[in-house]
Nanobody
Framework: QVQLVESGGGLVQAGGSLRLSCAASGRTFARNVMAWFRQTPGKERQFVAGITWTGSTTYADSVKGRFTISRDNAKNPVYLQMYSLTPEDTAVYYC??????????????????????WGQGTQVAVSS
């Protein structure tokens, strides 16, 4: 059974930082796109950042320059380092794997339907 498990969420003050991790079991994703999405109540899940198996990265405009996605296939598949957090970053963050369209590029307007596997999410709350 394939599982993605996120960790690292929590409560942080504005301007602070957090590092999210996503651990996988059941199969390897070394040759697949990995991504992070986030969701707030009443809204659709939104793309945050993605990384191809070659290391090419794509970011949503709202996080570019503040967030960094990376991967280490030997340990956990993907990380999301978040800096300069604002209350607008408050959301449940989800790890996603295997992009249906292509494993060689990622669009910053990717929707959740583009991805096959999902974690259960980790809450990030940023206080002002």
């Amino acid at each position: 059974q394939v599982q993605l498990v996120e960790s690292g969420g929590g409560l942080v003050q504005a301007g602070g930082s957090l590092r999210l991790s996503c651990a996988a079991s059941g199969r390897t994703f070394a040759r697949n796109v990995m991504a992070w999405f986030r969701q707030t109540p009443g809204k659709e899940r939104q793309f945050v950042a993605g990384i191809t198996w070659t290391g090419s990265t794509t970011y949503a405009d709202s996080v570019k320059g503040r967030f960094t996605i990376s991967r280490d296939n030997a340990k956990n598949p993907v990380y999301l380092q978040m800096y300069s957090l604002t209350p607008e970053d408050t959301a449940v963050y989800y790890c996603a794997a295997v992009r249906r369209g292509s494993d060689f590029f990622i669009r910053k307007d990717d929707t959740s339907s583009e991805y096959v596997y999902w974690g259960q999410g980790t809450q990030v709350a940023v206080s002002s």
